[in-house]
Protein backbone atom coordinates (compact mmCIF):
# COMPACT_ATOMS: atom_id res chain seq x y z
CA UNK A 1 0.00 0.00 0.00
CA UNK A 2 1.37 3.87 -0.71
CA UNK A 3 1.22 6.74 1.93
CA UNK A 4 -0.82 9.82 0.64
CA UNK A 5 1.31 12.65 -1.30
CA UNK A 6 2.13 15.68 1.20
CA UNK A 7 3.00 18.75 -0.43
CA UNK A 8 6.32 19.23 -1.06
CA UNK A 9 8.15 21.52 1.93
CA UNK A 10 10.76 23.67 -0.64
CA UNK A 11 10.52 21.42 -4.05
CA UNK A 12 8.27 21.98 -6.74
CA UNK A 13 7.72 18.45 -7.14
CA UNK A 14 7.14 15.89 -4.60
CA UNK A 15 10.35 13.80 -4.22
CA UNK A 16 10.94 10.46 -5.70
CA UNK A 17 10.44 8.81 -2.66
CA UNK A 18 6.89 10.43 -1.98
CA UNK A 19 4.48 7.30 -1.54
CA UNK A 20 6.79 4.02 -1.35
CA UNK A 21 5.47 0.96 0.19
CA UNK A 22 6.55 0.71 3.88
CA UNK A 23 9.15 -2.25 3.49
CA UNK A 24 10.75 0.05 0.98
CA UNK A 25 10.80 3.55 2.63
CA UNK A 26 12.42 1.76 5.96
CA UNK A 27 15.33 -0.39 3.36
CA UNK A 28 16.07 3.45 2.10
CA UNK A 29 15.79 4.80 5.88
CA UNK A 30 18.39 1.68 6.72
CA UNK A 31 20.56 2.79 3.64
CA UNK A 32 20.33 6.14 4.44
CA UNK A 33 21.93 5.48 8.09
CA UNK A 34 24.37 3.38 6.65
CA UNK A 35 25.56 5.58 4.46
CA UNK A 36 26.20 7.82 7.74
CA UNK A 37 27.86 5.83 9.91
CA UNK A 38 30.26 5.05 6.39
CA UNK A 39 30.70 9.05 6.42
CA UNK A 40 31.75 9.07 10.29
CA UNK A 41 34.05 7.00 9.51
CA UNK A 42 36.67 10.06 8.06
CA UNK A 43 36.79 10.50 12.36
CA UNK A 44 39.27 8.13 12.17
CA UNK A 45 41.08 8.78 9.27
CA UNK A 46 45.01 9.86 10.20
CA UNK A 47 45.46 13.72 10.25
CA UNK A 48 47.58 13.54 6.76
CA UNK A 49 44.28 15.74 5.59
CA UNK A 50 44.64 18.17 7.63
CA UNK A 51 48.53 18.72 7.66
CA UNK A 52 49.58 16.68 4.56
CA UNK A 53 47.39 17.53 2.18
CA UNK A 54 47.31 21.97 3.01
CA UNK A 55 51.21 21.52 2.48
CA UNK A 56 51.40 19.43 -0.75
CA UNK A 57 48.88 22.03 -2.26
CA UNK A 58 51.12 24.80 -1.38
CA UNK A 59 53.95 22.66 -2.61
CA UNK A 60 51.73 22.37 -6.17
CA UNK A 61 50.65 26.43 -6.23
CA UNK A 62 54.52 27.41 -5.71
CA UNK A 63 55.26 24.75 -8.42
CA UNK A 64 52.73 25.36 -11.11
CA UNK A 65 53.29 29.75 -10.01
CA UNK A 66 56.64 29.47 -10.91
CA UNK A 67 56.01 27.88 -13.88
CA UNK A 68 53.61 30.62 -15.29
CA UNK A 69 55.72 33.01 -14.09
CA UNK A 70 58.49 31.51 -16.51
CA UNK A 71 56.12 31.38 -19.03
CA UNK A 72 55.71 35.09 -18.52
CA UNK A 73 59.51 35.47 -19.58
CA UNK A 74 59.72 33.07 -22.67
CA UNK A 75 60.71 29.86 -21.07
CA UNK A 76 59.12 26.34 -22.45
CA UNK A 77 56.24 24.94 -20.34
CA UNK A 78 58.57 21.81 -19.89
CA UNK A 79 61.30 22.56 -19.19
CA UNK A 80 59.73 25.27 -16.79
CA UNK A 81 57.48 22.55 -14.99
CA UNK A 82 60.08 19.56 -14.60
CA UNK A 83 62.59 22.15 -13.09
CA UNK A 84 60.43 23.44 -11.04
CA UNK A 85 59.47 19.97 -9.60
CA UNK A 86 62.99 19.14 -9.47
CA UNK A 87 63.89 21.95 -7.33
CA UNK A 88 60.60 21.12 -4.71
CA UNK A 89 62.02 17.23 -4.57
CA UNK A 90 58.59 16.71 -6.32
CA UNK A 91 58.26 13.59 -8.57
CA UNK A 92 58.65 14.33 -12.40
CA UNK A 93 57.91 11.11 -13.86
CA UNK A 94 55.78 9.52 -15.58
CA UNK A 95 53.42 11.47 -17.16
CA UNK A 96 51.13 11.25 -14.77
CA UNK A 97 52.97 13.46 -11.93
CA UNK A 98 52.99 16.37 -14.78
CA UNK A 99 50.03 18.43 -15.05
CA UNK A 100 48.74 18.78 -19.03
CA UNK A 101 50.00 22.76 -19.72
CA UNK A 102 46.82 24.01 -20.71
CA UNK A 103 45.94 26.20 -17.75
CA UNK A 104 49.32 27.49 -17.13
CA UNK A 105 49.52 28.61 -20.74
CA UNK A 106 46.43 30.41 -20.42
CA UNK A 107 47.43 32.22 -17.61
CA UNK A 108 50.94 32.85 -18.84
CA UNK A 109 49.30 35.02 -21.64
CA UNK A 110 47.58 37.25 -19.40
CA UNK A 111 48.29 39.45 -16.13
CA UNK A 112 48.34 37.34 -12.47
CA UNK A 113 45.22 39.80 -11.79
CA UNK A 114 43.62 38.84 -15.03
CA UNK A 115 43.87 35.30 -14.43
CA UNK A 116 42.03 35.49 -10.64
CA UNK A 117 39.30 37.65 -12.65
CA UNK A 118 38.96 34.65 -14.65
CA UNK A 119 38.66 31.96 -11.99
CA UNK A 120 36.24 34.25 -9.86
CA UNK A 121 34.09 34.90 -13.76
CA UNK A 122 34.42 30.73 -14.21
CA UNK A 123 32.84 30.44 -10.42
CA UNK A 124 30.35 33.11 -10.86
CA UNK A 125 28.98 31.50 -14.48
CA UNK A 126 28.97 28.07 -12.29
CA UNK A 127 26.74 29.98 -9.68
CA UNK A 128 24.51 31.67 -12.04
CA UNK A 129 23.68 28.55 -14.06
CA UNK A 130 22.70 26.27 -11.56
CA UNK A 131 20.81 29.40 -10.09
CA UNK A 132 19.10 29.29 -13.39
CA UNK A 133 18.98 25.60 -13.42
CA UNK A 134 17.67 24.84 -9.84
CA UNK A 135 14.77 27.48 -10.88
CA UNK A 136 12.04 24.76 -12.25
CA UNK A 137 12.37 22.56 -9.16
CA UNK A 138 12.74 25.49 -6.34
CA UNK A 139 10.88 27.76 -7.71
CA UNK A 140 10.62 30.07 -4.47
CA UNK A 141 13.67 32.53 -4.17
CA UNK A 142 14.80 31.90 -0.52
CA UNK A 143 14.88 28.01 -1.14
CA UNK A 144 17.01 28.62 -4.56
CA UNK A 145 19.18 30.79 -2.86
CA UNK A 146 19.85 28.37 -0.18
CA UNK A 147 21.12 25.73 -2.49
CA UNK A 148 22.89 28.49 -4.55
CA UNK A 149 24.80 29.17 -1.44
CA UNK A 150 25.19 25.69 -0.59
CA UNK A 151 26.76 25.61 -4.19
CA UNK A 152 29.19 28.69 -3.13
CA UNK A 153 30.13 26.50 -0.37
CA UNK A 154 31.07 24.20 -2.28
CA UNK A 155 33.61 26.41 -4.54
CA UNK A 156 34.46 28.44 -1.60
CA UNK A 157 38.63 27.87 -1.89
CA UNK A 158 38.12 29.12 -5.59
CA UNK A 159 36.44 31.97 -4.44
CA UNK A 160 38.44 33.05 -1.91
CA UNK A 161 41.19 32.97 -5.06
CA UNK A 162 43.78 31.23 -2.57
CA UNK A 163 44.99 28.58 -5.20
CA UNK A 164 44.05 30.39 -8.69
CA UNK A 165 46.82 27.77 -10.21
CA UNK A 166 45.71 24.93 -8.87
CA UNK A 167 44.22 22.77 -11.57
CA UNK A 168 41.67 20.96 -9.79
CA UNK A 169 40.15 23.74 -8.79
CA UNK A 170 39.71 25.23 -12.10
CA UNK A 171 38.55 21.71 -13.72
CA UNK A 172 35.76 20.98 -11.05
CA UNK A 173 34.38 24.61 -11.66
CA UNK A 174 33.99 23.52 -15.25
CA UNK A 175 32.46 20.03 -14.40
CA UNK A 176 30.02 21.81 -12.12
CA UNK A 177 28.91 24.10 -15.00
CA UNK A 178 28.88 21.19 -17.82
CA UNK A 179 26.37 19.69 -15.46
CA UNK A 180 23.90 22.64 -15.00
CA UNK A 181 24.31 23.68 -18.53
CA UNK A 182 23.19 20.44 -19.85
CA UNK A 183 19.59 19.81 -20.96
CA UNK A 184 18.29 16.85 -23.00
CA UNK A 185 18.14 18.31 -26.44
CA UNK A 186 21.25 20.66 -25.57
CA UNK A 187 24.25 18.64 -25.00
CA UNK A 188 26.92 19.95 -26.88
CA UNK A 189 27.84 23.04 -25.06
CA UNK A 190 28.01 20.81 -21.88
CA UNK A 191 30.39 17.99 -23.47
CA UNK A 192 32.48 21.23 -24.63
CA UNK A 193 32.66 22.35 -21.83
CA UNK A 194 33.39 18.62 -20.18
CA UNK A 195 36.29 18.62 -22.70
CA UNK A 196 38.03 21.98 -21.60
CA UNK A 197 37.66 20.56 -17.46
CA UNK A 198 39.42 17.13 -18.73
CA UNK A 199 42.34 19.68 -21.02
CA UNK A 200 43.31 21.38 -17.82
CA UNK A 201 43.26 18.01 -15.36
CA UNK A 202 43.16 14.74 -16.85
CA UNK A 203 41.41 13.32 -13.51
CA UNK A 204 38.18 15.00 -15.11
CA UNK A 205 38.30 12.00 -17.35
CA UNK A 206 36.48 10.07 -14.83
CA UNK A 207 33.62 12.29 -14.89
CA UNK A 208 33.64 11.74 -18.90
CA UNK A 209 33.37 8.25 -18.81
CA UNK A 210 30.35 8.97 -16.30
CA UNK A 211 28.75 11.33 -18.63
CA UNK A 212 28.84 9.16 -21.94
CA UNK A 213 27.39 5.91 -19.85
CA UNK A 214 24.17 7.80 -19.30
CA UNK A 215 23.97 8.85 -22.81
CA UNK A 216 24.81 5.32 -23.96
CA UNK A 217 22.23 3.92 -21.94
CA UNK A 218 19.65 6.97 -22.93
CA UNK A 219 20.77 5.74 -26.41
CA UNK A 220 21.71 9.74 -27.44
CA UNK A 221 23.40 9.28 -30.17
CA UNK A 222 24.08 12.57 -30.54
CA UNK A 223 25.56 13.13 -27.15
CA UNK A 224 27.47 9.90 -27.26
CA UNK A 225 29.37 11.62 -30.37
CA UNK A 226 30.02 14.51 -28.51
CA UNK A 227 31.71 12.43 -25.88
CA UNK A 228 33.21 9.89 -28.11
CA UNK A 229 35.24 13.12 -30.52
CA UNK A 230 36.21 14.42 -26.80
CA UNK A 231 37.98 11.46 -25.91
CA UNK A 232 39.48 11.49 -28.89
CA UNK A 233 40.62 15.10 -28.79
CA UNK A 234 41.57 14.33 -25.12
CA UNK A 235 43.72 11.04 -25.96
CA UNK A 236 45.41 12.71 -28.70
CA UNK A 237 46.57 15.70 -25.67
CA UNK A 238 47.95 13.01 -23.63
CA UNK A 239 49.95 11.41 -26.01
CA UNK A 240 51.41 14.63 -27.19
CA UNK A 241 51.54 15.16 -23.19
CA UNK A 242 53.43 11.93 -22.33
CA UNK A 243 56.08 12.34 -25.36
CA UNK A 244 56.42 15.88 -23.98
CA UNK A 245 57.36 14.72 -20.83
CA UNK A 246 59.40 11.97 -21.72
CA UNK A 247 61.56 13.90 -24.13
CA UNK A 248 62.84 16.55 -20.54
CA UNK A 249 62.88 13.50 -17.92
CA UNK A 250 65.33 10.66 -17.43
CA UNK A 251 65.48 7.44 -15.68
CA UNK A 252 67.10 9.08 -12.64
CA UNK A 253 64.40 11.77 -11.88
CA UNK A 254 62.34 11.12 -9.26
CA UNK A 255 59.35 8.74 -10.20
CA UNK A 256 56.03 8.93 -8.98
CA UNK A 257 54.76 6.03 -6.76
CA UNK A 258 51.98 4.26 -7.76
CA UNK A 259 48.75 3.20 -6.48
CA UNK A 260 49.05 2.70 -2.44
CA UNK A 261 46.01 0.18 -1.75
CA UNK A 262 42.58 0.98 -0.19
CA UNK A 263 42.51 4.52 2.31
CA UNK A 264 38.60 3.83 2.37
CA UNK A 265 35.64 5.70 2.57
CA UNK A 266 36.53 8.03 5.49
CA UNK A 267 39.24 8.92 4.02
CA UNK A 268 37.34 9.90 0.45
CA UNK A 269 34.62 11.81 2.72
CA UNK A 270 37.29 13.80 4.68
CA UNK A 271 39.09 14.91 1.46
CA UNK A 272 35.91 16.03 0.48
CA UNK A 273 34.73 17.84 3.51
CA UNK A 274 38.44 19.66 2.97
CA UNK A 275 37.67 20.79 0.01
CA UNK A 276 34.52 22.61 0.97
CA UNK A 277 33.79 25.29 3.27
CA UNK A 278 32.35 22.37 5.70
CA UNK A 279 36.26 22.09 6.53
CA UNK A 280 35.83 24.85 9.03
CA UNK A 281 32.93 22.75 10.68
CA UNK A 282 33.21 20.29 13.50
CA UNK A 283 34.20 17.03 11.67
CA UNK A 284 31.82 15.06 12.98
CA UNK A 285 29.07 17.46 11.78
CA UNK A 286 31.08 18.34 8.92
CA UNK A 287 30.82 14.36 7.95
CA UNK A 288 27.28 13.81 8.44
CA UNK A 289 25.93 16.77 6.63
CA UNK A 290 28.37 15.09 3.65
CA UNK A 291 26.65 11.77 3.85
CA UNK A 292 23.26 13.82 3.78
CA UNK A 293 24.13 15.94 0.41
CA UNK A 294 25.25 12.83 -1.37
CA UNK A 295 22.06 11.05 -0.17
CA UNK A 296 20.29 13.95 -1.07
CA UNK A 297 21.14 14.11 -4.85
CA UNK A 298 18.48 10.82 -4.61
CA UNK A 299 15.55 12.41 -4.64
CA UNK A 300 15.15 14.49 -6.80
CA UNK A 301 13.54 13.45 -9.71
CA UNK A 302 15.35 14.43 -12.64
CA UNK A 303 18.17 13.09 -15.12
CA UNK A 304 20.22 16.16 -13.98
CA UNK A 305 20.34 14.82 -10.26
CA UNK A 306 21.05 10.99 -11.28
CA UNK A 307 24.22 12.25 -13.19
CA UNK A 308 25.44 14.45 -10.25
CA UNK A 309 24.73 11.36 -7.91
CA UNK A 310 27.09 8.52 -10.12
CA UNK A 311 29.61 11.86 -10.54
CA UNK A 312 30.21 12.02 -6.75
CA UNK A 313 29.72 8.23 -6.19
CA UNK A 314 32.31 7.48 -9.02
CA UNK A 315 34.76 10.24 -7.32
CA UNK A 316 34.34 8.87 -3.75
CA UNK A 317 34.96 5.36 -4.13
CA UNK A 318 38.36 6.44 -6.43
CA UNK A 319 39.46 8.24 -3.59
CA UNK A 320 38.27 4.93 -1.27
CA UNK A 321 40.08 2.36 -3.58
CA UNK A 322 43.04 3.52 -5.34
CA UNK A 323 43.85 7.31 -5.26
CA UNK A 324 47.27 7.64 -2.90
CA UNK A 325 46.83 10.87 -0.13
CA UNK A 326 48.74 13.09 -2.58
CA UNK A 327 45.58 12.62 -5.04
CA UNK A 328 43.23 13.38 -2.27
CA UNK A 329 42.91 17.29 -4.40
CA UNK A 330 40.49 15.29 -6.64
CA UNK A 331 37.87 16.55 -4.06
CA UNK A 332 38.09 19.16 -5.90
CA UNK A 333 36.51 18.28 -9.21
CA UNK A 334 33.40 17.33 -7.57
CA UNK A 335 33.41 19.48 -4.49
CA UNK A 336 31.23 22.22 -6.32
CA UNK A 337 28.53 20.61 -6.71
CA UNK A 338 28.11 17.96 -3.89
CA UNK A 339 26.53 20.71 -1.04
CA UNK A 340 23.91 21.36 -3.63
CA UNK A 341 22.25 17.73 -2.19
CA UNK A 342 21.57 19.20 1.04
CA UNK A 343 18.39 21.19 -0.12
CA UNK A 344 16.74 18.10 -1.29
CA UNK A 345 16.97 16.40 2.27
CA UNK A 346 13.68 18.11 3.95
CA UNK A 347 10.99 16.73 1.35
CA UNK A 348 13.08 13.78 1.19
CA UNK A 349 13.38 12.51 4.88
CA UNK A 350 9.73 13.99 5.63
CA UNK A 351 8.91 11.88 2.77
CA UNK A 352 10.81 8.99 4.10
CA UNK A 353 9.34 9.13 7.64
CA UNK A 354 5.99 9.36 7.10
CA UNK A 355 6.00 6.21 4.41
CA UNK A 356 8.23 4.22 6.84
CA UNK A 357 5.91 5.29 9.90
CA UNK A 358 2.29 4.58 7.79
CA UNK A 359 0.25 2.53 10.13
CA UNK A 360 -3.25 2.79 7.59
CA UNK A 361 -4.97 -0.60 7.66
CA UNK A 362 -7.58 -1.57 4.22
CA UNK A 363 -10.69 -2.59 6.05
CA UNK A 364 -13.17 -4.32 3.78
CA UNK A 365 -16.52 -4.45 4.38
CA UNK A 366 -19.15 -6.60 3.17
CA UNK A 367 -22.42 -5.01 2.01
CA UNK A 368 -25.57 -6.87 1.62
CA UNK A 369 -26.75 -6.88 -2.05
Not at 10 to 22: D, K, N, T
Not at 158 to 173: F, I
Not at 252 to 263: E, F, V
Not at 318 to 337: I, N, R
Request: aromatic share 8%.
Amino acid sequence: MRTAVGRPLLLAAPSRFVGLPRPRARLFLALLALLLLASLTALGTPSLQQAAAPVDDQASAIVYGSTVDALRHGADYYSAVIDALRAGDRPVRPWVAVRLPTLSVIQASVSPVAAALLLYALALLTLASWWRRLRDILPRPIPRLAATLLAAGGMGTALLGQQVTEHELWAGLMIALSLAIRLPGRTMASVAIGLCAMLIHEGAALFAIIMAAFALAERNGREMLGWGIAAIVFAAALWFHARAVGAVTGPLDQPWIGWPGILGFGFAVRSLITATLLSIAPLSLAAMAMGLAIAGWSAWRDPLAARVLATLVGYLLFLSLVAPTDLSGLAYLVAPVSLIGLIFIPDALRDLLRAALDRRRITVTRTAS
